[in-house]
């Protein structure tokens, strides 16, 4: 009998997986579920006797939140990532570190085959299969969903054959959580003009009051919120999502191209990566020199990109980590921010690294560096070509 691994998250694509795996190919299928900090204790026991109900050899979870904040999420922090400047990759970043982890135990076990439920329409299947291929190229790939384009009612059809009850109703919304923010998708993303109901999304707005709070980053990390300090900065996300995310922070809805080539739209619900972005890249404004930020920008917005599309593995990827990790050197002081429903707002900073020192002036008023006759010649001087330009050619 043939081992296969199961990339299993206990929704309907995989439970279908599950099910036709075990029962209808009599492979020795062993489930594994890889925590990206989306799961409770009780939702990971929920999840485990369901994947041996359905014919699972094994189960096991693989805790894989720090990890996956090494490996990845630091350098979006650092990078100020959001793709198409809406986005904080909640799902593409997610997934290679699931696809990662998932190889390993593969090989740990000596699996013939990998199986995930990737459907051929979107960006998943790409980025799972790109790991493996790298990975464990002697493993067979196996998709059901994909090769035999499977519908969700279809899927349910199968599964009610076999005795599983799976309602239409509760394969209305496609969610997928962890620690770096939930997608939502449903027939409201099908279409380009759509928007998800309130009861679609997993966090419900239960937080009315204005509140004010304190983030402290260190060398570009997040490792402190008001008094309290984290010794992992996976900690003090999920703290941040803890406050923020009551009060419908980080809803939105990203349009994206797909690494096939088609437009996608999908929900998405990230209060604390939106406000640790937007925190860090304002402390980075007052640190950070004009050419420090610029290259940044233009590095991070191909990383991004590229892990989007599953190249995570792409050495070019260590060599711009490194570059990111440089600019962090100074990044480190007080973030101050105001939630409220829907909303948040960047109020102001503290750092002992503050470019903008009132010792050197005060800009539109005085300086304490220059005279007005440096400034005539240097402005002389940083026109000139330009001043030539114009002379020669009598513009």
């Excluded at 090494?70 to 904080?88: A, D, E, F, R």
């Excluded at 900065?233 to 809803?251: H, M, N």
């Excluded at 999908?266 to 890249?281: D, N, R, T, W, Y």
């Amino acid at each position: 009998m043939k081992k296969v691994v199961l990339a299993f998250s206990g929704g309907l694509d995989t439970s279908y997986c599950a099910v036709y795996l075990s029962k209808v190919k009599n492979l020795e299928t062993h489930a594994v579920t890889v925590d990206t900090g989306g799961f409770s204790k009780e939702e990971l026991l929920q999840i485990e006797e369901r994947a041996l109900s359905l014919g699972a050899k094994t189960y096991k979870c693989i805790n894989e939140i720090d990890n996956y904040y090494n490996s990845c999420i630091k350098y979006l922090i650092y990078g100020n990532v959001l793709k198409n400047n809406t986005y904080p990759l909640s799902v593409s970043a997610e997934r290679i570190a699931q696809a990662l982890a998932i190889a390993k135990y593969a090989k740990e076990i000596g699996a013939d085959a990998i199986a995930h439920g990737s459907t051929g329409a979107g960006n998943d299947q790409v980025r799972f299969d790109m790991v493996f291929q790298i990975i464990c190229p002697e493993m067979e790939i196996i998709t059901p969903i994909r090769d035999m384009k499977l519908s969700r009612e279809a899927e349910i059809e199968f599964l009610a054959t076999h005795g599983v009850i799976y309602t239409a109703e509760k394969a209305k919304y496609s969610i997928n959580k962890g620690i770096w923010g939930t997608s939502i998708g449903g027939v409201e993303t099908l279409t380009s003009s759509g928007f998800l109901p309130e009861e679609a999304w997993p966090t419900q707005v239960s937080k009315a009051e204005p509140e004010n709070i304190i983030l402290h980053f260190e060398n570009g990390e997040l490792n402190g919120i008001n008094d309290e300090k984290f010794e992992r900065p996976s900690e003090a996300i999920l703290k941040l999502t803890a406050i923020a995310a009551p009060f419908g922070i980080g809803r939105d809805i990203h349009v994206g191209d797909t690494i096939i080539g088609i437009k996608g739209r999908v929900g998405f619900e990230a209060s604390a990566p939106l406000i640790i972005i937007k925190a860090h890249h304002t402390l980075e404004k007052h640190v950070l020199t004009k050419w420090q930020l610029y290259w940044k920008d233009q590095l991070a917005m191909f990383y991004g990109n590229w892990l989007h599309e599953g190249q995570l593995l792409d050495p070019t990827m260590r060599d711009i980590e490194a570059f990111l990790t440089s600019t962090q050197q100074f990044v480190t002081g007080k973030v101050f921010v105001s939630l409220k429903p829907y909303q948040f707002m960047v109020t102001g900073i503290e750092s002992d690294h503050d470019l903008m020192s009132a010792k050197f002036g005060s800009y539109g008023e005085m300086n304490n560096a220059w005279t007005g006759d440096d400034v005539k010649g240097f402005t002389k001087i940083f026109g000139n070509q330009v001043s030539i330009y114009h002379k020669v050619n009598n513009l």
